[in-house]
């Protein structure tokens, strides 16, 4: 596909606009918060987010690059349309689910419509998108369909959107900036709310593409399925069917969203490297100063490596679907085990990493280019023809729902592990000497274990009660008695002068 030379400039201008407006912002803020823990103002914003910034800054995470051009694909692709674009309404799902039940325990511890859809719509090589909703005019109806055997698979591919879309630090990061607990769960409904309306132009660029006569269009007589060009179809869209002037603040307004999301998941991975990894793992003594620097370089190291991904990745929708695969089996199980379940300890935790990997890997991923090596029930041989070279890929396709039950393996051999560990090393059977993680007796009870910053921490006492068990136990052990009562003590204010 020939480079588009105003759409390229549009994308300059307004990663230039941005660029510029960061940096005035900071030089305007450059003196905001002396005194205070600069890496926590730059990482959670200081937890003084209100209502309207941080709704519209929660929903602009999620719609992103791969929310936009990855909806419009699945709506695009034949066999697949809207029935299989799972992703906008399960990550809604999952903000939901986020506010209800993990939004409130985290902090109180601690676009618009784009004007080019009329003329795409009113274009002659345009059908009517309603008839071609149902029936096949140049391609199969873009309203798609499941199929009975693959009811199963698409449950659990809709689970793992659903729930996977909750552990994320770039969620978590804009949770921590709310300016309290309840705001923290009105903005994860706000967001839920547009990021369902932030995915019908999306929808309906699809639907467009599919309802396109492409031999009436500049683009050529092939359309983009037959050129394995379904990932670019918004951006062939806004080129071929629209007034230049029009695709050219079309494409700033998804260069506008692209960056929305980029900016936090490449803040918030260098937040994790900065402070848990850099500063907790081998620079304990580090400045504040220093912590800021350290995120400042991981920021351009992800940010390549981001870039590298994007470049070599076919399908957008997929690399934006398996961002969240890894995070539901294994982090999501951990994150319920820390909040809701009492006794969970590190062997625990290490058991459901090892037990949920195993036999997520084992089922193969064909995005990857992985082959399985554990066939779950009901497994077929599938085809796929890449139409440039004519190749034919043959992988395999697991309708079983075998990342749910990786999942519920994960969550449930922390347990059992953690409950038998702890049963070993405090009736006497194992030695403590054997206690090589101190997880179950630690000389020192974990009372302040930090997970933000060094001021105004988030620590695990403040996440629920902790209590120490026989033999001087680690406090790991949490109790959700508390963790979703609505009191008056819920604030940070308020456990900040406890």
């Not at 149902?134 to 809709?158: C, E, H, R, V």
């Not at 999501?332 to 058991?351: D, E, H, M, R, W």
């Amino acid at each position: 596909m020939a480079i588009h030379a105003w759409g390229l400039v549009a994308i300059v201008i307004f990663y230039l606009l941005i660029l510029f407006v960061g940096i005035w912002a900071a030089w305007r803020n450059k003196d905001s918060g002396v005194g205070a823990d600069r890496s926590e103002i730059i990482m959670v914003g200081g937890r003084d987010i209100g209502l309207f910034v941080g709704g519209f800054t929660m929903t602009a995470t999620w719609v992103g690059g791969g929310y936009i051009n990855g909806t419009a694909e699945y709506v695009y692709l034949p066999d697949f349309g809207l029935a299989w674009a799972q992703a906008p309404f399960g990550y809604a799902m999952s903000l939901v689910v986020g506010g209800l039940f993990f939004a409130k325990p985290m902090r109180s511890r601690g676009y618009r419509w784009w004007i080019s859809l009329p003329f795409a719509l009113s274009h002659p090589a345009v059908a009517d998108i309603g008839v071609s909703a149902k029936q096949a005019i140049y391609q199969s109806a873009w309203l798609g369909k499941i199929d009975p055997k693959d009811t199963w698979m698409w449950a659990d591919n809709f689970f793992l959107l659903m729930l996977g879309g909750i552990p994320w630090q770039v969620y978590f990061q804009r949770v921590l900036s709310a300016s309290s607990a309840t705001y923290a769960q009105v903005l994860s409904f706000l967001a839920a709310f547009g990021c369902l309306v932030m995915a019908v132009p999306s929808v309906l660029i699809g639907a467009i593409g599919a309802s396109t006569d492409w031999n009436q269009t500049s683009y050529g007589a092939v359309p983009p399925k037959d050129k394995d060009e379904s990932d670019m179809i918004l951006p062939i869209v806004l080129q071929h069917l629209c007034p230049s002037y029009i695709s050219f603040f079309g494409l700033g307004a998804v260069s506008a969203a692209v960056m929305s999301s980029a900016d936090s998941s490449i803040l918030s991975a260098s937040s994790m490297f900065a402070r848990n990894i850099y500063q907790l793992a081998f620079r304990q003594s580090a400045s504040d100063r220093e912590i800021v620097w350290v995120m400042r370089i991981t920021i351009f190291v992800f940010g390549s490596l981001a870039t590298a991904m994007a470049l070599l990745t076919g399908t957008v929708y997929g690399l934006w679907y398996l961002s969240s695969d890894l995070v539901y089996v294994i982090i999501f199980p951990q994150l319920l085990c820390v909040l809701f379940i009492k006794g969970t300890n590190t062997y625990g935790s290490v058991a459901g990493y090892v037990f949920g990997l195993l036999l997520r890997i084992g089922g193969g991923e064909p995005y990857l280019k992985l082959p399985p090596f554990i066939y779950y029930p009901g497994w077929v041989t599938q085809e796929k023809i890449h139409h440039l070279t004519g190749d034919v890929e043959h992988f395999v396709q697991q309708r079983f729902p075998f990342k749910s039950i990786s999942m519920l393996a994960s969550f449930l051999a922390n347990i059992i592990f953690s409950y038998l560990t702890k049963y070993l090393f405090e009736s006497g059977t194992v030695s403590h000497k054997y206690d090589f993680l101190d997880a179950v007796h630690s000389r020192e009870v974990m009372e302040k274990t930090t997970l933000v910053g060094n001021q105004d921490n988030i620590i695990l006492s403040e996440m629920a009660p902790v209590k120490q068990v026989l033999g001087g136990a680690l406090a790991g052990t949490f109790t959700n008695a508390d963790v979703l009562s609505d009191d008056g003590e819920s604030s940070a204010e308020s456990l900040h002068n406890e």
